[in-house]
């Protein structure tokens, strides 16, 4: 074999790390040398202007067989998919409530009460709806049910909220407690979490 500039100018191309030994295994076309590193010889056989040197039949048989085991090896479009895809976006069923911070700052009421406002209004608006699609998915899973509690600063907030949902024709209750006859709590009915997050999205977290 003829190693001349032409090697080192091919192997810069191809593989910078291809030595005269590999390059000399590779143009021989051994049995057993290619199967460990099946794209790279495949890269060098194709591209290296040597082949013209050695055996081109030799190169071109020896190239096919890399390519089908190359081939073999790689995974097939289910799997691929599988891998590089993303699941679909989680987006479930949510019962969102807003409560009165007030009722406890200020005016002083006992926790277990205030906690009582929002279960009042959550049971209220999953009654009224009782026949709703969402509610009855909500309620098919009682082990997995998914609320998140809100604080607004008082009554006018509440009101306000209120409003805003009955323009946009949300369901939800609004709970008055009585005797005192004031409103304390506003729960949704469940909704998909992409619907109703939105909705309430100013309030914070209830502490």
């Known amino acids: 074999l003829n190693f001349s500039s032409r090697r080192e100018h091919s192997c810069r191309g191809a593989i910078p790390v291809l030595t ?3 390059l000399a295994a590779v143009l021989l076309c051994p049995p057993t040398s ?7 010889a495949s890269r060098c056989i194709s591209q290296s202007p040597f082949t013209a040197v050695g055996s081109s039949s030799c190169s071109v048989h020896q190239s ?3 390519d089908s085991d190359a081939l073999a090896s790689a995974p097939s479009a289910e799997e691929v998919v599988s891998v590089t895809l993303p699941g679909p976006m989680e987006d479930p069923l949510v019962q969102f409530v807003v409560v009165r911070r007030d009722l406890l700052k200020t005016m002083e009421w006992p926790v277990g009460s205030v906690i009582a406002q929002a279960c009042h209004a959550c049971t209220a608006i999953v009654w009224e709806c009782k026949a709703d699609a969402d509610v009855q998915a909500y309620l098919g899973d009682v082990d997995s049910m998914h609320k998140v509690v809100k604080e607004c600063k008082g ?5 306000n909220l209120a409003k ?3 323009a946009e024709h949300v369901q939800f209750k609004l709970w008055i407690e009585q005797p005192e006859n004031i409103p304390t709590a506003l729960a949704l009915k469940p909704y998909r979490k992409s619907i109703a997050a939105p909705l309430v999205k100013k309030f914070q977290l209830f502490k």
Not at 34 to 40: D, G, N, V
Request: hydrophobic share 55%; no cysteine.
């Open 164 to 166: 805003a949902l009955e």
């Open 155 to 159: 009554e006018p907030q509440l009101l």
């Open 20 to 22: 005269r030994a590999a």
């Open 34 to 40: 290619a199967i460990h590193t099946p794209f790279l």
């Open 64 to 66: 096919k067989m890399l």
